[in-house]
């Protein structure tokens, strides 16, 4: 699976790593991402989302509800 965040849309960054000599060879930057797994009280189930820290932490304060609903929003699947 692509390192993506399903609410955010995090992606990886791309730069260089640049050595003592100043030799550039290419290198990611990758998000945190985390694996969750929420209690969905409107269809009573559990999801398993794979979130960024930060999209964590918007979950915590907009409810998994609302997180869910901009997750479908962008397009994907839950």
Request: charged share 25%; glycine share 8%; aromatic share 6%.
């Amino acid at each position: 699976m692509s390192a993506h965040c399903m609410l955010t849309g995090a992606r990886p960054g791309f730069g260089n790593r640049i050595s003592h000599s100043h030799r550039r060879t290419s290198r990611r930057f990758d998000p945190n991402l985390q694996t969750k797994r929420y209690w969905l009280p409107g269809e009573g189930r559990y999801v398993r989302l794979r979130l960024s820290a930060r999209a964590v932490r918007t979950v915590d304060a907009i409810g998994v509800e609302a997180a869910v609903a901009r997750i479908r929003a962008r397009g994907v699947r839950v």
